[in-house]
């Protein structure tokens, strides 16, 4: 059963001596895992029950958390997330063996390329009866090894409490990721002393937060020399607790800044800085000043195909500088002139010393020169539809930018990262690296659990609602104040836009029927609304915010709506496709 990966703390975690061990009581497995959460400062775990974590939510009820019972395993994952994005502490899942470890992978994968702190516990099968393929046995340290930072399967009882303190702090230092713990049934009924490490010393793990200055001086020399320089912000700069420093940075050398999907609300998108967003729907002057800047200096983010296009068209004019904790993601995907490797709160302490203040007037007039002006009045209301960029300025504006905005993954969330903007941290939650669908429901959840003191908005497509509507009942289960927005066009939308512009609109499955998302809120006791012009927009925005609870929109959008602009597959980004087509 043990995978390659798997880690069992050895003997060097030395027993308690017997004076010591006669002096405190014994505890079960299951009170020592509570206790270690306790230790760690939890609050909230997302989880859901089966016969291997019996006995360990036999101890919940003591416990000095929440528990929050999701519908799905899955969604336990992507609750946990959602929590996490939100708050900036790790989310903990708890989840039984066989079916239920295996249904928290897509999550783990989520969090894993996105770089959140999830430590995620799973049972397993007692230990006489691992590797005989009992009854709900899966090998998960093994199917987990390319999805988790690192994994665990504990087999002797004073592991246990070490363990977590190694996993809080592997998940939540250095390039922050998810770690699974498996735990055998035998283990949480056995009773040890329990005591908890105040520190953690891995030889093989010591990741590198201050950076070498010399780098940092030659950045600072790129900076100097640069006339058409950008930042390329990334989502290491909110992981980082960095965006203060970050403003300061920016507001000193006076340089641009555009937005990786995920980097979205590291600065502010309303300061005559900010540029918006990069990328494959990228705003048009974003891709142009790309094309054309002579400096571009990457904060925490790895260069995805999504925000570089075509990589041999990507900023060709420009010196690279390339500022990252996770030394594996310099010169992975684009060359790069000067690594810094570091932490980006770090880095930003040592550079803002170094470098001088500065303007570039010339170079901005430049990027607002090549604003695609025609587009924006194409982007007019429609009154025959709820149109979706109306939609997304309309919960903007209501919640003054301030809510925190969950989406699932396709249409409805390019319109989201185009048109909210995002002038606070911590406010936009989506799934970047591997867009998983039903995202939306579960992390607004954890979202919302986490921060109950922001408004939240999940904008979700009909398709990925559907994946994960389940949800409602543990959003009325936990009375939370969510209000879902479904922008329902009756389509796989992504899929569809890719078929009419790339596959001559062969709409090969992905037409997709849906029962009535209003009877459906109505069902599980929550409101619900059905908006199908622009004028019915704000007022059913205002009412969903005057709504305790749970609350669900269902906005009927034109079925063909594009998303724009688009970089075509395979494309630069300089090869934008700028056209807003309306069909249908």
Known sequence: MAAAKAAVLGQQNAEVPGAQREARPLLTGSEIVCRALEDEGVDTVFGYPGGAVIPLYDALPRAGFHHVLVRFEQWAALAAEGYARATGKPGVCLVTSGPGATNLVTGLADAMLDSIPIVAITGQV??????????QEVDITGITLPVTKHNYMVNRIEDLAPTFKEAFHIATTGRPGPVLID?????????????YPETVFRRGYQPTSVPNMRQVRLAAEAIAKARKPLIMAGHGIMLSGATELFREFVEKTGIPVVHTLLGLGTFPESHPLGLGLMGMHGHKQVNDALDECDLLLNIGARFDDRATGQVSGFAPNAFVVHVDI???????NVRTDVPVVGDAREVLKLLISE?????????????DSRRNR????ALEERPEWPEPYSIIKAIAKATGGE????TDVGQHQMWAAQHFGYDFPNRWITSGGLGTMGFGLPSAIGAKIGRPDLEVWAVIGDGGFQ?????????VQENLDINIAVINNGYLGMVRQWQDLFHAKNYSEVKIGAPSFEKLAEAYGIAGMTVRCDAEIEPAIE???TIRGPVLIDFVIEPEANVWPIVPPGAANSGMLHQQRYEG
């Open 403 to 406: 809510a925190i905005v969950t």
């Open 326 to 332: 996770d030394p594996a993601e310099i010169g992975k």
């Open 355 to 367: 470098v001088q203040g500065g303007r570039h007037d010339d170079w901005m007039a430049w990027i």
């Open 126 to 135: 007692i230990q006489p009866l691992i590797g005989r393929d009992a009854f």
């Open 467 to 475: 994946m994960s509507c389940n949800e409602l009942a543990t959003a």
């Open 543 to 545: 009412r969903a915010r």
């Open 183 to 195: 735990i055998p049934k035998t283990l949480f009924l056995q009773k040890h002393v329990y005591s």
């Open 374 to 377: 025609v587009l924006d009045e």
